[in-house]
Every structure is written in C-alpha cells, then in structure tokens.
C-alpha cells in the first residue's frame, strides 16, 4: 500500500488577487516530497476556486482554525495544536509582523515558514515571486508552474449555458470586461475605457461582455454612460455578481479580457485569457501577473495613452480568435 502523501498546510486569507499571485508557489508546494497534499487555509470561497482546478487538494475556512489563540497568553486549544501538529510542513502567508504568533507557531511546527504575504521594499520582484522565495528553505526555486488554471468541466459547462442564456453568439469574439477596483485611484477613466472598446468592437465586430462585481456599481454605471455616449454599448452583455466558478469560466471561455488592477483582473490572466490590464505606476512592479498571457501597462502615457492601449487590444483578440 502506498504511503500517504506528506501534508502541507498553508495559511493565506488575503483578497483574490492576493491569494491568486500564490498560485504559482501552491502548485511548487504539491510537488514536494514527490508530491504533497496542500491545503489552503483560506476566505472560503477563494479556497474553492483553487480547490476546483486542483491548485490544491483541499480547502478550509481560515476563520475557523481559530489562529487568533496563537497571538494570546493563552493556552493553546488541543484541536488548533493537532491540526497543525497533523501537517508535515506549513506556511504562514499571515502574521508574520507579530512576534508571539511566530514564536508560538513555530512551537508547535519548528519548520514553519511565516513570512509576510507581499514583500518590503528590499525585494524587486512581483508578489508571486516573494511567495516563491519565502520557500527556498525548503528547496523550492524559481518555478515553471505558470500555465493557465484548467477548470473543471462542469464550470466550463456553467458558462456556456449563462452565455447563451445572456444571448452572447458562438460566431463572434467576446470581449469581456471589469471597469471596477479595489480603490478609485487604481481605476482607469471610463471615458478612455469606453474607446478602446470601441476601436475594438468596430475591429473585430466582438461583443462585449462587462462584469459587474458586488462594489463595481459606480464604475460599471461610468462606464455604460460613456459607452452610450459613444454609441458603443448597444447590445453590451451584463455579467452581475456570478459566483467565482462561473466568473472564472465565462473569463476563460472570453476571448480577450481588459481592466484595471483589480483581483477580477488577476483572474483573467489565471485562467489563460489574453489580457489587457491597467496599472497604476504605483501598483505595476509589485502586483504583475504571473501568466504569460497577461499585458500589464501603465495606465499613464505612454503606455496608457488610449491608441496603444486600442492596439494592444485589438492584437489580442486578433490572435485569439484566430486561433480559436
């Protein structure tokens, strides 16, 4: 009988952009030892979402492991003690700033591995690379783990059915969009937003498609105001607030994506679609995408100036759809 795999456990609970810039790291992780068994202690619906495509092999709520205990005097709970007592190795994306929470960790798993979930100022890279770096104790190095999420097919098959119930026609490429982010300023003008998609409807005759998340209310109605201006949004496909399989799949089954510096962004690049993101000059370095199908510009000039970002666009809707 074959041996069970050695258990990782790894505690990340940040957003979903966050957590997607570790997917990377999480894939390096489950083929340690010859393979491990990695499970993310994570917000519940971003432990699914990584769950589904086997980016690791179980998920549990980060709440309710009851981590906090580790940051008091007290003693700690028996359960807390053999669950992470019952992993082989764990990271700890989480904490890292408070001493007792080390110490008190590390008492319970000597090799763990804490460290902060975005790097200071002295490391150069991206995010995803930070992560991969905090795991060279272990023999983890630069990794080649950068290939698009493969979905289940029963998410494929969700999409397919919302698009068609949207109305969205097989024959012609879509182009979906996410005007919203995290924060106002990491946003790129509507107005500007609103040509490209027309330069790219009037280009590759594509149907749009625009994502409107729980906090995307005011940048989604932006967006529609300036499109109607520009007689561009007639016909636009809505996409409101749809669980993350389903955002996902209708992502991957998209076939160009453009949007600011947002997690629904970073979702794109995961699943393979050929992206167009717009980055604050303060966000660009750090917050980078690791898939390769990915542009990540500034959304300053030049890089932002609106007839680059048009034939950026176009280009990779050209390429898509061609390849399709």
Known sequence: MAPEPPEILVIHPGALGDVLQAVPALRALGRLDGGSHVTLAAQPRLGRLLAGP?????????????LERLFADEAVPAVLAAQLGRAGRVVSWFGASDERYRERLRALVPSAVIAPPVPDNSFAGPVWQHLLATLA??????????????????????????????????????LAVHAGAGAVWKRWPA??????????????????????????????????HALRERGAGRGALRLDEPDLPLLASVL??????????????????????????LFPQ????????????ALPLRAILPEGD???????????????????
């Open 137 to 174: 104790p272990w023999g983890v190095a630069a990794s080649s783990c950068l290939s698009p999420l493969v979905l289940p097919e029963a998410w494929r098959a969700l999409a397919r059915h919302a698009l068609a119930g949207l109305g969205a026609e097989p024959e012609r490429p879509i």
């Open 252 to 277: 991957q089954a998209s076939t160009a994506f453009i949007g600011a510096d947002s997690g629904v962004s970073h979702l794109a690049a995961a699943v393979g679609t050929a992206s167009v993101i």
């Open 191 to 224: 107005a500007d937003l609103a040509r490209v998609i027309e330069r790219a409807v009037g280009a590759m005759r594509c149907q749009v498609l625009v994502h409107q998340g729980p906090a995307d209310h005011e940048a989604t109605t932006e967006l529609h």
């Open 306 to 324: 609106v007839d680059r970002v048009a034939q950026a666009l176009v280009a990779r809707l050209d390429s898509s759809w061609g390849g399709v």
């Open 282 to 293: 303060a966000t660009r370095e750090r917050w980078a995408p690791w898939s390769p199908t």
């Open 54 to 66: 086997a980016v690791v092999d179980e998920a549990l709520s980060f709440d309710g492991l009851g």
